[in-house]
């Protein structure tokens, strides 16, 4: 089953086509059954391609690539040859044993069935295997009916749905070697990421970001000449970019002077877009990407003073509200990452986190954290070794011990899980000398709404001081929020003695910003948490922050912002 001759994988040196090619050989060693820590560790190399701070051929030429984090030989190998070859010999021999499209099929295949499909009707692709479907010819195959034809035109319409999109920390990642990469060509003064990105939406469908530049069109032919980078002869000063298995990258590039407004405009949702320009009517005036027509503006917050606003931040401006919120003045200044005084929801390797609680406790100090809270899984969650009573008492004498050697305060915790019935996976008398609880649905995620909302309020309204962990229960574009009647649950939390946690694991990030605000109106208060379950994931209260700014909380909104001993009464279970 061999397939015509591959393609070039990339152009020399591209850390975007470099870590395209990491990533494909990856799939496919999935898809062939390769052990998963071989498929991580390109993965890995991918990542840490994309986020390279330095020149990829000068690295390569130096035999530095394993200096690295997460690039041993093997991956230093493959990079290398890739760099000074614009080929992979792995990945050439993986396309020649698997079928043609066999990375992108096994979305909703398995091997056997792509090549039984590929064999019997020269399925190489997913469009392919689409107009197969809807012409019926795939129940004509042995092994398939009319059932598993349904069923993969509604997994590949939940696939278009989802499209190439990017994690928030993926588009960070992806982004910040972008921004590197435009920072380098010559005549270009300001590099700036825009999109959902900088409004820290949880999902990037594609990436943009907007240059300064003197000369627009010899940058743009500089852009075209030294990278994979199109200009677009439509709309002058725009370039594209598109690398395969990557998301759409955008660039504009403009004269200084027009940058601000530029940069507004892009950064922008069309909804807050159109109502600025609907203020912009009111008051005898005209706003355009270009800005206020007449009324030279250098920097966004002269464009938002113009219309007789406050600074806007980027994170708001979704059409949600914001403009009006602004007009009021009642818009308060929003969370930082600095406000943050603990990290709250924090696992070590007595469940399924990879740290031990010194590790996890020294790494807070490092981060200038007050404290952290010892939040292992209860019993119920025995897939994450998840601790009996008997061992949680144990981890206490820990606690003590690890306490005297490190000056970041700890306290004592449990993720508890709500259960069937909304009872609490803990003994009262153990919650109640605990510091905090952080009370989280775990299993059974598809319960009927009716039945998923008694549980949830049977929770709520248990009497300990509870925190509600990643309340929906979604992980982001691979797993939807449990079905409940939200207003009735955040009623039940605005009468009963809990917080919400905004989580801030870039996989979560629950509940999303719309719940947020809701919760916010009712007076509910919140946690900023990092669900860490190494000290790396520490990192992830910045996500929180993130999704906090987006709801428009404040400082005074999140209880970790409080002083250990403050937060700590705050929180108790009992009183």
């Keep these: 089953m061999a397939a015509a001759q591959p393609p070039r994988t990339s152009p020399a040196g591209d850390p975007f086509g470099v870590a395209a090619a990491l990533r494909e050989i990856a799939a496919l060693l999935a898809v062939e059954g390769a052990s998963r820590f071989k498929v991580r560790a390109f993965e890995r190399g991918a990542r840490t391609i994309e986020a390279l701070p330095d020149d990829l051929a000068a690295l390569v030429a130096a035999s530095d690539l394993t200096k690295l984090p997460g690039i041993g030989p093997v991956i230093a190998s493959t990079i290398a040859e890739v760099v000074r070859t614009g080929r992979s010999t792995l990945l050439d021999d993986l396309r020649r044993r698997l079928p043609p499209g066999v990375a992108e099929l096994s979305a909703v295949l398995s091997l056997p069935k792509i090549r039984t499909l590929h064999e019997a009707l020269g399925i190489g692709s997913l469009a392919d295997l689409e107009a197969a479907c809807r012409e019926g010819r795939v129940r004509t195959v042995k092994?398939?009916?009319?059932?598993?034809?349904?069923?993969?035109?509604?997994?590949?319409?939940?696939?278009?749905?989802?499209?190439?999109?990017?994690?928030?920390?993926?588009?960070?990642?992806?982004?910040?070697?972008?921004?590197?990469m435009l920072a380098a060509v010559p005549g270009v003064q300001r590099v700036e990421i825009a999109g959902a990105l900088r409004r820290r939406a949880e999902v990037s469908e594609s990436l943009c970001a907007v240059l300064a530049a003197e000369d627009v069109a010899a940058t743009l032919d500089r852009l075209a000449s030294d990278t994979q980078f199109q200009p677009d002869a439509l709309r002058p000063g725009l370039a594209s970019l598109r690398t395969p298995g990557s998301v759409p990258i955008e660039v504009r590039v403009v004269e200084p002077e027009r940058f601000a407004a530029i940069w507004l405009w892009e950064s922008s949702a069309p909804a807050h877009r159109e109502a600025l320009?609907?203020?912009?009517?009111?008051?005898?005036?005209?706003?355009?990407?270009?800005?206020?027509?007449?009324?030279?503006?250098?920097?966004?917050?002269?464009?938002?003073?113009?219309?007789?606003?406050?600074?806007?931040?980027?994170?708001?401006?979704?059409?949600?509200?914001?403009?009006?919120?602004?007009?009021?003045?009642?818009?308060?200044?929003?969370?930082?990452?600095?406000?943050?005084?603990?990290?709250?929801?924090?696992?070590?390797?007595?469940?399924?986190?990879?740290?031990?609680?010194?590790?996890?406790?020294?790494?807070?100090?490092?981060?200038?954290?007050?404290?952290?809270?010892?939040?292992?899984?209860?019993?119920?969650?025995?897939?994450?070794?998840?601790?009996?009573?008997?061992?949680?008492?144990?981890?206490?004498?820990?606690?003590?011990?690890?306490?005297?050697?490190?000056?970041?305060?700890?306290?004592?915790?449990?993720?508890?899980?709500?259960?069937?019935?909304?009872?609490?996976?803990?003994?009262?008398?153990?919650?109640?000398?605990?510091?905090?609880?952080?009370?989280?649905?775990?299993?059974?995620?598809?319960?009927?709404?009716?039945?998923?909302?008694?549980?949830?309020?049977?929770?709520?309204?248990?009497?300990?001081?509870?925190?509600?962990?990643?309340?929906?229960?979604?992980?982001?574009?691979?797993?939807?929020?449990?079905?409940?009647?939200?207003?009735?649950?955040?009623?039940?939390?605005?009468?009963?003695?809990?917080?919400?946690?905004?989580?801030?694991?870039?996989?979560?990030?629950?509940?999303?910003?719309?719940?947020?605000?809701?919760?916010?109106?009712?007076?509910?208060?919140?946690v900023a948490s990092c669900?860490?379950?190494?000290?790396?994931?520490?990192?992830?209260?910045?996500?929180?922050?993130?999704?906090?700014?987006?709801?428009?909380?404040?400082?005074?909104?999140?209880?970790?912002?409080?002083?250990?001993?403050?937060?700590?009464?705050?929180?108790?279970?009992?009183r």
């Design 531 to 574: 669900d860490a379950h190494s000290t790396r994931g520490l990192h992830n209260l910045r996500f929180a922050v993130d999704m906090a700014r987006r709801a428009g909380l404040a400082r005074t909104d999140v209880l970790n912002t409080l002083p250990v001993e403050a937060f700590a009464a705050e929180v108790r279970p009992a």
């Design 143 to 180: 092994g398939f009916g009319e059932k598993t034809e349904r069923k993969l035109l509604d997994a590949l319409a939940a696939r278009a749905a989802r499209g190439r999109a990017l994690l928030l920390h993926q588009a960070e990642e992806t982004a910040a070697s972008l921004r590197r």
């Design 277 to 526: 320009r609907d203020r912009a009517r009111r008051r005898g005036l005209a706003l355009t990407e270009e800005g206020l027509e007449g009324a030279p503006a250098p920097t966004e917050e002269a464009i938002y003073e113009a219309l007789g606003l406050p600074f806007i931040e980027a994170e708001l401006r979704e059409g949600s509200g914001e403009v009006e919120t602004a007009e009021r003045g009642l818009q308060p200044p929003l969370l930082t990452r600095d406000d943050l005084r603990g990290a709250v929801h924090c696992h070590t390797d007595a469940s399924d986190g990879r740290h031990t609680l010194e590790q996890m406790a020294r790494a807070a100090e490092a981060m200038g954290l007050e404290y952290i809270t010892v939040t292992d899984h209860s019993p119920a969650a025995f897939y994450a070794n998840g601790l009996s009573a008997e061992r949680l008492l144990r981890q206490w004498d820990e606690i003590e011990r690890v306490q005297a050697r490190v000056s970041v305060r700890l306290l004592r915790g449990v993720e508890c899980d709500i259960l069937e019935d909304g009872s609490l996976d803990c003994p009262p008398d153990l919650l109640e000398r605990l510091d905090v609880v952080v009370a989280s649905i775990h299993q059974r995620h598809r319960m009927d709404r009716e039945r998923m909302t008694r549980r949830i309020v049977a929770a709520m309204r248990q009497p300990w001081f509870k925190v509600w962990g990643h309340g929906l229960g979604r992980y982001v574009l691979r797993r939807p929020p449990v079905d409940c009647d939200m207003d009735a649950v955040l009623d039940a939390i605005a009468g009963s003695r809990a917080a919400i946690e905004i989580n801030g694991d870039p996989h979560r990030l629950d509940l999303e910003p719309r719940w947020l605000r809701e919760a916010r109106q009712r007076g509910i208060r919140f």
